[in-house]
Nanobody, 123 residues
Framework: QVQLVESGGGLVQPGGSLRLSCAASGFTFASYYMTWFRQAPGKERDFVAGISASTGLTWYADSVKGRFTISKDNVKNTVYLQLNSLKVDDTAVYSC????????????????WGQGTQVTVSS
């Protein structure tokens, strides 16, 4: 079965960094578009970053551009999100998602989801 398992979340101070990982299994990882979303309590689930299946092209939300970096390793079947210069407003559950054809910034268009990993930014 398809599984996406996130890890790497934790508690950090403002200005700190974290590296999130999403380990994928049960599908042809290299042919899927991979994306990170986040959801804070009482807020909508928002697109954060995405990476294309074949070209490695990346997309970022304006709020994280220049601070976060998405990457993937097709050998390890893992997607990463490097979070730098973290702000209190970055506090959320971060989830990875996959779809088989093309990139999308809309969460309802994704086929597969992980359970998420908590990122808390606080002094």
């Amino acid at each position: 079965q398809v599984q996406l398992v996130e890890s790497g979340g934790g508690l950090v101070q403002p200005g700190g960094s974290l590296r999130l990982s999403c380990a994928a299994s049960g599908f042809t990882f290299a042919s899927y578009y991979m994306t990170w979303f986040r959801q804070a309590p009482g807020k909508e689930r928002d697109f954060v970053a995405g990476i294309s299946a074949s070209t490695g092209l990346t997309w970022y939300a304006d709020s994280v551009k220049g601070r976060f970096t998405i990457s993937k390793d097709n050998v390890k079947n893992t997607v990463y999100l490097q979070l730098n210069s973290l702000k209190v407003d970055d506090t959320a559950v971060y989830s990875c998602a996959a779809r088989p054809v093309r990139m999308s910034m809309q969460p309802y268009e994704y086929n597969y989801w992980g359970q998420g990993t908590q990122v808390t930014v606080s002094s």
